[in-house]
Each structure stands twice: as structure tokens, then as C-alpha cells.
T-cell receptor, first 114, second 115 residues
Framework: DTGVSQDPRHKITKRGQNVTFRCDPISEHNRLYWYRQTLGQGPEFLTYFQNEAQLEKSRLLSDRFSAERPKGSFSTLEIQRTEQGDSAMYLC????????????FGEGSWLTVV | SQKIEQNSEALNIQEGKTATLTCNYTNYSPAYLQWYRQDPGRGPVFLLLIRENEKEKRKERLKVTFDTTLKQSLFHITASQPADSATYLCALTPYASGGSYIPTFGRGTSLIVHP
């Protein structure tokens, strides 16, 4: 257990529906990353928060995706009007507060769009 | 374009042997390189970090080398065990202003250790 919690662990949704994933990072870590991973591929960066500020967004994050981190604590990733290509594991990561070098990942939220 | 290459074919070895995994990169100037282990359906777990000015790092049965001239890192597991079977991911982190330090991952190499 890395201390990073993600919910739900699995989600099956119909195409066109909206889904939201939640991440609770390690409490004293002020940085938070979201990644996406498909089968046979490595994690791909989506977005980065420092406290409540969203500082970087990948071009993978289309306008159907939105992420928030109110009050710099937990974060949510919402996908609107889901498409089959959104099926993936969505990973939240919490870099070590002191050095930022060690990154602690959650167990991921699996999304299947049918 | 920037590329991180890890062998897409699974590496099969016998228990007790040394497993060696390779990570090659192009068009990258990493501040440091990390190796992660990932089990099926789970998030990656950090193993080791090596900086650009370091040649080698060790942790128990694990050893990482980093050659910035060859643009290559080797990851070794000595006295391998079936429990070491997993996918191993290489990640490069560039120098970044503002402290973002966002790592980019390779696709990983699957290691299978046979008893």
C-alpha cells in the first residue's frame, strides 16, 4: 500500500456517459499527477497539480477531460461523453514531498467503455 | 522526437540467473532515470533512481547502470526468483523549471522467471 487511494477501482460505462475518478494522495504531498495506461503500454502523462493549481496538461487531455484538485487535497478526473478509446487504466501519482524523485502510484482506476 | 525504448518481447530466464533489462532513449537529456515494477492490474511501484552523474546504483539484488553517452540504462536482478516475474518500466525525468519533474515512461519489459 503506497498511501495513494483511487476510487473506483473498476468502472464499466456505456459510450456517451460521463465518469469521474477520485484520487486521495499522500496527505503531505503537494504535487499530484494523473497518468493513463493502456494494455501493453507504459503510463502516459495527462496532467499535473501543485496544491490546487493545475500547472501542466498533456495534449492527450482533450476538452472532454477535466481535472480538479480543490483545496489541494484529493483530486478528481472527469471524462465527459466517453468513447471506446477512453478505455484504459487511469493512474494517480503522488511524488515524494521532499525530493519529488520517488513517485507513489495508486492502484489505478480501470475504465471500460462499451 | 523523444523516444524511450524497452524490449517489447518478454524475457524468460531460469530461477537463480541474473536478469538484465535494457532501456534506450533518444533525443532526451534526463536529469535522472527511474525503474519501476508493475504487476498485472496494479499501479507501478518505484524501485530505483539513478542520476545523470551516477554510473551505477545498487539496492539488495537490484543494480542499475546509466550511460549517458550510449543513452542507455541496464537493470539487473541477480539470483532471480519466480516472485520477480513482473513488468519493469523505465522512466526518464528531464530537468524542468518550476520543479514539475514529470517522468516519461517506456512501455516496459515483461520478465518471467521459471522455477
Amino acid at each position: 500500500d503506497t498511501g495513494v487511494s483511487q476510487d473506483p477501482r473498476h468502472k464499466i460505462t456505456k459510450r456517451g456517459q460521463n465518469v469521474t475518478f477520485r484520487c486521495d494522495p499522500i496527505s503531505e504531498h503537494n504535487r499530484l499527477y494523473w497518468y493513463r495506461q493502456t494494455l501493453g503500454q507504459g503510463p502516459e502523462f495527462l496532467t499535473y497539480f501543485q496544491n490546487e493549481a493545475q500547472l501542466e496538461k498533456s495534449r492527450l487531455l482533450s476538452d472532454r477531460f477535466s481535472a480538479e484538485r480543490p483545496k489541494g487535497s484529493f483530486s478528481t478526473l472527469e471524462i465527459q461523453r466517453t468513447e471506446q478509446g477512453d478505455s484504459a487504466m487511469y493512474l494517480c501519482a503522488s511524488p515524494d514531498a521532499r525530493t519529488g524523485n520517488t513517485i507513489y502510484f495508486g492502484e489505478g482506476s480501470w475504465l471500460t467503455v462499451v | 522526437s523523444q523516444k524511450i525504448e524497452q524490449n517489447s518481447e518478454a524475457l524468460n530466464i531460469q530461477e537463480g540467473k541474473t536478469a538484465t533489462l535494457t532501456c534506450n532513449y533518444t533525443n532526451y537529456s534526463p536529469a535522472y532515470l527511474q525503474w519501476y515494477r508493475q504487476d498485472p492490474g496494479r499501479g507501478p511501484v518505484f524501485l530505483l533512481l539513478i542520476r545523470e552523474n551516477e554510473k551505477e546504483k545498487r539496492k539488495e539484488r537490484l543494480k542499475v547502470t546509466f550511460d549517458t553517452t550510449l543513452k542507455q540504462s541496464l537493470f539487473h536482478i541477480t539470483a532471480s526468483q519466480p516472485a520477480d516475474s513482473a513488468t519493469y518500466l523505465c522512466a526518464l525525468t528531464p530537468y524542468a523549471s518550476g520543479g514539475s519533474y514529470i517522468p516519461t515512461f517506456g512501455r516496459g519489459t515483461s520478465l518471467i522467471v521459471h522455477p
